[in-house]
């Protein structure tokens, strides 16, 4: 709009260092959000130096990581891969409820961006539409707006 003054974070990488925590539980599908990831940051300019990927079980551990790699001041960014999928019990309400919860308190309270590049998904043919078919990658789809963000939030510094 004409004449408002408007603030965006950009899409170029100037020593942005980034921490991805991938979860392992559903790697056919969380490998491939993975690649995409890594891809789009090398993409826009990020060097492998800068980048750590940091492993755990499954996406209920992912905030606890996330949290105590915020805490090291490592990290400009983080990127939060994984995969739920919903099975026949409520067990994926849980799991993808305390992994979303979990990653937007780390954020709030560690004040860094941390990208939802979570799966939270009804079907199995659907985590892989998300993870680099037909609904392109969502790990690449975070990679991108934590950059932005990380921009943004170096606009307001």
Partial sequence: MKHIQTTEGDLTINGIRFGIVVG?????VVEHLLEGAVDCLLRHGAKKDEMEIVRVPGAFEIPLI???LARQKRF???IALGAVIRGGTPHFDYVAGECTKGLASVSLAEDIPIAFG???V???EQAIERSGTKA??????AA???IEMV???RAFS
């Avoid at 392992?24 to 056919?28: A, D, E, G, L, V």
């Avoid at 392109?136 to 789809?141: I, V």
Wanted: aromatic share 6%; net charge neutral.
């Fill in 144 to 146: 991108l707006s934590v």
């Fill in 66 to 68: 996330t949290q105590r």
């Fill in 122 to 124: 009804d079907t199995i």
């Fill in 151 to 153: 921009n943004l939030l």
């Fill in 24 to 28: 392992r539980f559903n790697s056919f």
């Fill in 76 to 78: 400009d960014a983080i």
């Fill in 136 to 141: 392109g990658n969502k790990g690449a789809e």
């Fill in 118 to 120: 979570v799966l939270t």
